[in-house]
């Protein structure tokens, strides 16, 4: 079981650009949540995916958006990046239990 | 409110127990959690107790949640080396079990 996998592992983008970021989830799961910490900061709720609807969102703005496709695999895109959005990205999923497994992130740094 | 707390930074002797602890405002709070973070990576999952229960004991970790408080607590016995690292404990909450986050304790253990 190869659990949470996140790429890529890190990227470096530009104010005003647009980035997509990959998820799978751990075998068996099929709840998809995104998270952004920032440095020095714990992690902060983006939103979560279920049967491929958004169905909680955090307080950030929609130039955050995601997607999960049918095999239960998940995309966050930020439009417009700022500096500000630079960051650690994880993904977590979660089965019918209780516990939920990160991934190890994608490092973020908008210039 | 949501809102979790805890103490930014816990330094102990190699071999010495070390104690986390956490302050939680949500009542209707589920479960409770504890990651573990080392530099550059993501969060690994420790331990978690439900809600209705007062301890829970796994090797070398014990968890005890004070529910009339809302505080909860880590403690590691025969604290090593390889325990360094940030420590969060996170709460799950909401209609759809998001986590809210602490801003992680940095443990450094030396000799």
């Known amino acids: 079981d190869a659990g949470v996998t996140q790429s890529p592992t890190h990227l470096i983008k530009t104010r005003g650009q647009q980035v997509t970021l990959r998820c799978s989830p751990k075998?068996?799961?099929?709840?998809v949540s995104w998270y952004q910490q920032a440095l020095g900061q714990g992690p902060q709720f983006i939103f979560q995916?279920?049967?491929?609807?958004?169905?909680q969102r955090g307080n950030f703005p929609d130039r955050f958006s995601g997607h999960q496709f049918p095999n239960y695999s998940s995309e966050l895109n930020v439009n417009a990046l700022l500096l500000g959005d630079s960051a650690l990205y994880l993904c977590?999923?979660?089965?019918?239990?209780?516990?939920?497994?990160f991934g190890p992130g994608t490092r973020l740094t908008v210039t | 409110g949501e809102d979790v707390e805890q103490s930014l930074f816990l330094s102990v002797r190699e071999g010495d127990s070390s104690v986390i602890n956490c302050t939680y405002t949500?009542?209707?709070?589920?479960?409770l959690y504890w990651y573990k973070q080392e530099p550059g990576a993501g969060l690994q999952l420790l331990t978690y107790?439900?809600?209705?229960?007062d301890m829970k004991q796994d090797q070398r970790l014990t968890v005890l949640l004070n529910k009339k408080d809302k505080h909860l607590s880590l403690r590691i016995a025969d604290t090593q080396t390889g325990d360094s690292a940030i420590y969060f404990c996170?709460?799950?909450?909401?209609?759809?079990?998001?986590?809210?986050f602490g801003a992680g304790t940095r443990l450094a253990v030396h000799p």
């Open positions: 977590a999923s979660r089965g019918q239990g209780s516990e939920q497994y």
């Open positions: 075998s068996g799961h099929d709840t």
């Open positions: 995916y279920y049967e491929e609807e958004e169905r």
């Open positions: 949500d009542s209707s709070s589920t479960y």
């Open positions: 107790i439900f809600s209705n229960m």
């Open positions: 996170a709460e799950r909450t909401g209609g759809y079990n998001k986590l809210i």
